[in-house]
């Protein structure tokens, strides 16, 4: 058996078989490029979500500090006012004591006055 071919009928099959292998290679390409184009894009919707649910979490723990600071806060203005309530600041303390002392010198001198009009008596 033998084969006989003209050259447009060689052309021809040439020709189509080299359409149908490029066309082959272009369609498994443009197939590569779909599934690699859907696996970037379910990529970046992961990572999009992740950042989402970041800045939620760092929203959240920013929300935290911001009124624990507030406490502070309030706690600090609230110990700021009593402090004048509870202790005396040093100075008071001095002029109070030094009063003090000045009654009680007082008194002694009174107290020996009395015991010298005592004892002369």
Known sequence: ?????DLWQLITLLGGMSTFFIGSIAAM???MVGQFEKHLDDRFA???ELRREGRAKSEQRFD???QAN???ER??????AELPVHYVRREDAIRAETVINAKLDALA???D???ERQKRT
């Open 29 to 31: 390409s443009k197939m």
């Open 70 to 72: 507030i406490d502070r």
């Open 113 to 115: 006055a009395v015991a």
């Open 46 to 48: 992961a990572q999009e």
């Open 64 to 66: 935290r500090l911001e």
């Open 75 to 80: 706690e600090m203005l609230k110990l700021r």
């Open 109 to 111: 001198v009174k107290i």
């Open 1 to 5: 058996m033998s084969l006989q071919l």
